[in-house]
């Protein structure tokens, strides 16, 4: 009996087609005055572009609640295809693909409890998502940090997980995958 590859056995990326979906990247609900946005690069070893990632974001609700509302993921009743969110309920969780600048961005509320958001990232030569996370630089307390995985890191590596403010409500956050100013990277297991 012969058996075909699976797609975790055999060359990508598969998942610019079937991961992204309608709204992926407005987790907030729409015209929420406390909305966020969250945007930036995903880079490779040179600091090119991957114009083919998936960055994935979950948080709690600004209230700290961990639970979301299901959502995201709403199909047409009659025909089956993916419709998205549907613009009210606030999930917690978001998908974007990247452009061909290696460009993503989510819209999103402050998480509660936390100073950051958890990110994954899915691109062409890794053998496994990469999770990391966001921090935004209005949740942290001044000088001390305060969390204990960004008091664990050195500064210089510190920095590869905070946020940039380029506006009112605005942050940039590039992921670099290798190199110079690699992103720090978190290991479940």
């Given at each position: 009996?012969?058996?075909?590859p ?23 609900p729409?015209?929420h ?5 969250v ?10 572009p ?27 009743p ?9 613009g ?7 998908r974007v ?15 509660g ?11 062409r030569?890794?053998g ?9 630089p ?9 969390d204990?995985l ?5 500064a ?7 946020a ?8 940039r ?9 690699e ?7």
């Amino acid at each position: 009996m012969s058996r075909a590859p699976t797609p975790s056995q055999t060359v990508g990326p598969f998942h610019g087609h079937a991961l992204p979906f309608p709204g992926g990247g407005d987790v907030a609900p729409a015209r929420h005055p406390g909305t966020v946005t969250v945007h930036g690069r995903v880079l490779d070893g040179r600091g090119g572009p991957v114009p083919d990632a998936i960055v994935e974001t979950w948080q709690p609700a600004p209230d700290g609640s961990r639970t979301g509302l299901p959502g995201s993921l709403r199909h047409d009743p009659a025909t089956g295809t993916l419709r998205g969110r549907d613009g009210v309920g606030f999930t917690g969780f978001g998908r974007v693909p990247t452009d061909a600048d290696g460009r993503w961005a989510v819209r999103t509320l402050p998480p509660g409890g936390v100073p950051y958001l958890c990110a994954a990232v899915f691109a062409r030569g890794l053998g496994r998502h990469l999770f990391t996370r966001v921090y935004l630089p209005d949740l942290l307390g001044e000088g001390d940090p305060g969390d204990p995985l960004l008091r664990s890191l050195a500064a210089d590596r510190r920095a590869t997980l905070i946020a940039t403010r380029t506006g009112p409500r605005t942050y940039r956050f590039d992921i670099r995958l290798q190199g110079d100013d690699e992103t720090v990277f978190l290991e479940f297991g």
